[in-house]
C-alpha cells in the first residue's frame, strides 16, 4: 500500500521527512477516515425511519453506543472541536444544535406518542418531527459535509447542562400535548376544548395496563390531559401513517368498547368499522 | 454393547436428513420434554407442531420421522393506537409445559402477548343425543318417543389448539423471552428492559422482577436480551445484556431483583478492542445446562460456557465463525452484526450447537474438544443422505470443497436451531425451512 521507505529530503532543507513518518500520517488520516466513515454510516442508521413497526432497542442502543464511542475518542483528539467549527456557525445557540439533531428515527416509547431517536437521548423533541415531517422522516443525509455538520452538533449537545436545559422544555411541551402538535395548535384550541380533557380523562383513567409494575403509566393521564378535535387537522400532516389511521380520541374510546383485557390494542378491522359511530359519540363529549 | 451411552454427533461426524419443510419465515423452534413433538413458530404468527412418528418392525429404516401434527395461528397482527404502530405477530418464542395429562400445553409469545394454547386430541365423538339430529338440529319434542343414552364412537383423530390463557399489555418493550419456572405453576417473560414473573393461572397480573429502565431514558445504554429460569432451583434466574453480562438473581433475596446475586463479565482483551467490541459482545441468546450446573451464552463470534461458580471468565470458549472478525465493518454496513443467534445443549450437556452464515451450523463437542460445520440446504442433501463436513476457507489458497468468506450467502442464516432432549436428533431452521437431522444408525 505504502511505497517502501528512503529518507527524502526538502530542498530547502528545513525538515526531513521520512517516509515512515509519512506512513504514519497516512494511516492516522486513513484511521480517522475509516472512523468518520463509520460514525457518519451509524448516524444514517439511527436516522432511518421505521413508519409501522417500532425498531429494535437493543439495536438502537447499541449504535448510539457506537456513536458515543467515536464522539468521545474524536473529542480526546481533539478532531471534534475542529469539525464543530468548521461546519457549524459560532453564533448558534446549543439547543438550536440539538435541535438540528432531532433528524433521527422516531423510537416509541410507552409513555409518551411518537418521538423522535436522537443520538444521545431516547426521548426526543416533537416539534421539529411535525414541522418538517416529511422531509425530516425521509431525509437520509448524504453529503459528507452535512453529516460531519449533523455530528458536530451532537457533540455539541453532548454537555449535560444544555442537555437538561432543552429537555425541560421538551417535557413541557409533551405534557400538554397528546399526539404531535404545533404550539400555536394548541394555544388556539386550549378554550374551547376544556370539557373533553376532562371527560376523556376520566374515561382513560379506567383503561390502565393490568399488571403490578410501577413506571411511567402515570404518564398516561399527562398524555390525555389536553385531547382536542384539532387532532385530526394535524394527521394530515404526520406521515407514516398512511395505511392505518393515526390515533386518536376516537380510536382511543373505541379500543375501550371491546373486551377489557386489551384496551390500548384493538385488531383493525373492528376500529375502523365503528368511526362514524364514535364521530358521533365524540361530538356528543366535546359538546361542538 | 446394547448399554453403551449414545455418543455425540460430533463423534459419528455424519447425520442423515430426515425431513425438510418450507413455510413463512421460521422465528424459532423448539422440542418439547420428552422429544415426541417439536414446534415451530413463524412470522406470519403461526405455529406448526410435528410429531415423531412411532417405531415399528414394518418401517425401520425410516424411524422417527417427523411429520405435521397440528396448525393454527397463534398471534395476528395488532395495531397499538396509543403509539400508533403495528404489532408484528411473529412469534419470538415458543416454550412447553412439561405434560401432565393427555393434552400438551405451550406458551408462545409475539412482541407484545404471551399466550397458552392447548393441544388435544379427539378421536371420538358423541352419537346418539336425544334433543339433536345427526346435524346437531334440535329436534321437534313431539318426534321424541324413545329415550337413548349417547354413545361414544370413534372418529378420525382431529387435533385441537385452543387458547387458554392470552397474558396481555404487560410489556412495554418487545419481548425477546419466555422461560418456564420448575414449578410449573410460574414462568417469566422478558423484555428488553423489564422481565416480568407469571403465575400460568393468572392472566391479569404478574410481578416485575427487573427493571434497568433508567428514570431518563437519555442515560440508557444497556438492554436485556435474553432470560432463562435455572431447571432445577426455582427462585434461580439468569438474564443476559446488551453489553455482554449475564446477571443471576434469587427471587428469594427481594420483590425487585434489581440486585444481583452473581454477576458474570469477561474481561476485555485489550488487543483486540475496536468500535465493534461492545456489539459483538452483545449476549444473544443464554441457556441453562441440563444439570443446571452450566450456562451457554451466544454472542456474535463465539459460545462461551460459564461454570455457575465462577463469574469472572467462562470456562470454556468457541469459536463459531471467527473469520468474520476482520468484516465486521462490512457487517454493520449490512446489518448483520445485530443478528441474534441462539445455541443449544444436547441431552447430556456433552454437546452444543449453534448456527452461522450461508446455512452452515456448527456442533461443538466438550468432552474431545472436536467440532464440525455442517450445512442446512435442499441443495446439498438429498434425503437420507450423510451430509458432508463444510469448511470455510480463510487464508489464501482455497482447497476444493471449501468455500471462501467472501462467498458465504450473509442472508442465509441460521438463527434457531433446536437439539432432542434424549436422542441425537436436531432440529434446524435455515430461513423458512425447517431441518431435522438424525444420528446414523449403526
Redesign the interface.
Do not use: F, H, W
Given at each position: 500500500m505504502f511505497s517502501k521507505g528512503t529518507k527524502r529530503k526538502f530542498s530547502d532543507g528545513d525538515e526531513e521527512i521520512s517516509d515512515e513518518s509519512l506512513v504514519g500520517a497516512r494511516v492516522a488520516s486513513s484511521y480517522s477516515l475509516?472512523?468518520q466513515s463509520?460514525l457518519d454510516?451509524s448516524l444514517i442508521?439511527l436516522q432511518l425511519c421505521h413508519m409501522?413497526?417500532?425498531p429494535?432497542?437493543?439495536?438502537s442502543?447499541?449504535i448510539?453506543?457506537?456513536v458515543r464511542?467515536?464522539q468521545e475518542e474524536m473529542t480526546h483528539d481533539g478532531s471534534w472541536h475542529m469539525v464543530t467549527e468548521a461546519f457549524c456557525g459560532p453564533g448558534q445557540s446549543p439547543s438550536e444544535r440539538l435541535v438540528a439533531t432531532e433528524v433521527l428515527c422516531r423510537s416509541?416509547?410507552?409513555d409518551a406518542?411518537?418521538k423522535l431517536f436522537s443520538v444521545?437521548?431516547?426521548?426526543g423533541c416533537r416539534e421539529e418531527e411535525v414541522v418538517a415531517d416529511e422531509t425530516l422522516c425521509s431525509v437520509s443525509v448524504s453529503d459528507t459535509v452535512s453529516n460531519v455538520c449533523l455530528a458536530g452538533r451532537v457533540g455539541q449537545c453532548w454537555e449535560k447542562s444544555e442537555?437538561s436545559g432543552v429537555?425541560r422544555d421538551e417535557e413541557a411541551l409533551e405534557d400538554s400535548r397528546l399526539g404531535s402538535g404545533e404550539d400555536e395548535e394548541i394555544d388556539t384550541e386550549d378554550g374551547a376544548s376544556t370539557e373533553s380533557p376532562k371527560t376523556t380523562g376520566q374515561v382513560f383513567g379506567t383503561f390502565e395496563?393490568?399488571?403490578?409494575?410501577?413506571?411511567?403509566d402515570s404518564a398516561l393521564e399527562e398524555l390525555f390531559s389536553d385531547v382536542d378535535t384539532s387532532y385530526y387537522d394535524l394527521d394530515t400532516m404526520l406521515t407514516?401513517?398512511q395505511s392505518?389511521p393515526?390515533?386518536g380520541p376516537y380510536?382511543?374510546l373505541d379500543?375501550l368498547a371491546p373486551s377489557h383485557?386489551?384496551?390500548?390494542?384493538?385488531?383493525?378491522p373492528t376500529?375502523r368499522s365503528d368511526l362514524n359511530e364514535l364521530d358521533h359519540i365524540m361530538e356528543i363529549i366535546v359538546g361542538s | 454393547h446394547g448399554q453403551r451411552p449414545r455418543p455425540p454427533l460430533v463423534l459419528n461426524n455424519c447425520l442423515l436428513f430426515l425431513s425438510g419443510y418450507a413455510a413463512d419465515i421460521i422465528s424459532t423452534v423448539e422440542f418439547n420434554y420428552s422429544g415426541e413433538l417439536l414446534a415451530t413458530g413463524d412470522k406470519g404468527g403461526r405455529v406448526v407442531i410435528f410429531q415423531r412418528e412411532q417405531e415399528s418392525k414394518n418401517r425401520l429404516l425410516s424411524r422417527g420421522e417427523y411429520n405435521v401434527y397440528s396448525t393454527f395461528q397463534s398471534h395476528e397482527p395488532e395495531f397499538d393506537y396509543l403509539k400508533s404502530l403495528e404489532i408484528e405477530e411473529k412469534i419470538n418464542k415458543i416454550r412447553w409445559l412439561p405434560q401432565q395429562n393427555a393434552a400438551h400445553f405451550l406458551l408462545s409469545a409475539n412482541d407484545k402477548t404471551i399466550k397458552l394454547w392447548k393441544i388435544s386430541e379427539r378421536d371420538k365423538r358423541a352419537e346418539g343425543y336425544n334433543l339433536k339430529d345427526e346435524d346437531g338440529r334440535l329436534q321437534d319434542q313431539f318426534r321424541i318417543t324413545t329415550l337413548r343414552v349417547p354413545v361414544l364412537m370413534p372418529m378420525d383423530l382431529m387435533v385441537e389448539a385452543s387458547p387458554r390463557r392470552i397474558f396481555a399489555n404487560a410489556h412495554t418493550y418487545h419481548i425477546n423471552s419466555i422461560s418456564v419456572n420448575s414449578d410449573y405453576e410460574t414462568y417469566l417473560s422478558a423484555d428488553d428492559l423489564r422481565i416480568n414473573l407469571w403465575h400460568l393461572e393468572i392472566t391479569d397480573r404478574s410481578f416485575n422482577i427487573v427493571d434497568i429502565k433508567p428514570a431518563n431514558m437519555e442515560e440508557l445504554t444497556e438492554v436485556i436480551t435474553a432470560a432463562e429460569c435455572h431447571p432445577h432451583q426455582c427462585n434461580v434466574f439468569v438474564y443476559s445484556s446488551s453489553k455482554g453480562t449475564i446477571r443471576l438473581c434469587d427471587m428469594r433475596a427481594a420483590a425487585l431483583c434489581d440486585r444481583h446475586s452473581k454477576f458474570f463479565e469477561e474481561p476485555e482483551d485489550p488487543s483486540s478492542r475496536s468500535f465493534f467490541s461492545e456489539i459483538i459482545s452483545s449476549i444473544s441468546d443464554v441457556k441453562f445446562s441440563h444439570s443446571g450446573r452450566y450456562m451457554m451464552t451466544r454472542d456474535y463470534l463465539s459460545v462461551k460456557v460459564w461454570d455457575l461458580n465462577m463469574e469472572n471468565r467462562p470456562v470454556e470458549t468457541y469459536q463459531v465463525h471467527e473469520y468474520l472478525r476482520s468484516k465486521l465493518c462490512s457487517l454493520y454496513e449490512n446489518d448483520c452484526i445485530f443478528d441474534k443467534f441462539e445455541c443449544c445443549w444436547n441431552g447430556s450437556d456433552s454437546a452444543i450447537m449453534t448456527g452461522s452464515y450461508n446455512n452452515f451450523f456448527r456442533m461443538f463437542d466438550r468432552n474431545t474438544r472436536r467440532d464440525i460445520t455442517l450445512e442446512a440446504s435442499r441443495e446439498n442433501s438429498k434425503p437420507r443422505a450423510i451430509l458432508k463436513p463444510r469448511k470455510v476457507c480463510t487464508g489464501g489458497k482455497r482447497k476444493k470443497d471449501e468455500i471462501s468468506v467472501d462467498s458465504l450467502d450473509f442472508n442465509k442464516k441460521i438463527l434457531h436451531t433446536a437439539w432432542h432432549p434424549k436422542e441425537n436428533v436436531i432440529a434446524v431452521a435455515a430461513t423458512n425451512n425447517l431441518y431435522i437431522f438424525q444420528d446414523k444408525m449403526n
Open positions: 475509516q472512523r463509520l454510516m442508521k409501522l413497526v417500532e429494535n432497542l437493543c439495536r442502543v447499541l448510539a453506543n457506537t464511542q467515536i416509541r416509547e410507552q406518542e411518537p444521545i437521548s431516547y426521548e442537555l429537555e395496563i393490568k399488571n403490578g409494575s410501577p413506571g411511567p407514516g401513517m392505518a393515526k390515533m380510536d382511543l379500543s383485557s386489551s384496551p390500548s390494542i384493538v385488531s383493525t376500529c | -
